[in-house]
């Protein structure tokens, strides 16, 4: 969907309901090379009406730590700091369904972030990808869920973060 298409959707859908007191998140934004300037765009659009948002929505999908708290660090400030953030889709990935992240590695990983995270006072709450036993070309690490439905390792590790 285009920012433009996005924009007025937003208009006519979401900021009646900020006006009215909602607190309402942007598009989730993903941490590909044209999330920030699909945001930008989309802001600017919103914003020349009367328009905006009360926190911000990222996604990410990567492999290292670094790479996350980078993401998130650099989006929060180039978007706008004094907006807290929802982190609304995460996992390490290396986009490889055949070869993925180890399973220690993976549940390490998890472990980190919710500790880092919760550190945060900017971040309001977040989200791990991974509530389904099928998680694609994510990795199969990254599942909650076994194929019975019960909780997984990272399931477990998330679960008390």
């Excluded at 945001?39 to 020349?48: E, G, Y």
């Amino acid at each position: 969907m285009s920012p433009d298409e996005a924009a007025n959707l937003w208009m006519d859908h979401m900021e009646p309901l900020r006006r009215s007191g909602i607190r309402v998140g942007s598009p989730g934004m993903s941490n590909a090379p044209q999330g920030m300037p699909w945001m930008r765009s989309f802001l600017s659009n919103i914003r020349s009406r009367g328009g905006d948002v009360d926190f911000w929505c990222l996604h990410w999908y990567g492999e290292t730590l670094g790479q996350f708290y980078d993401y998130i660090w650099s989006t929060h400030h180039q978007l706008d700091a004094s907006k807290p953030v929802w982190i609304t889709e995460w996992a390490p990935s290396n986009w490889d369904e055949g070869r993925p992240l180890e399973k220690g590695y993976v549940e390490g990983f998890v472990r980190d972030a919710c500790k880092y995270l919760d550190g945060l006072e900017w971040v309001e709450r977040y989200c791990f990808f991974g509530a389904m036993n099928n998680t694609g070309t994510v990795g199969r690490h990254a599942a909650m869920l076994d194929n019975e439905g019960r909780l997984t390792e990272v399931g477990r590790i998330y679960m008390h973060c």
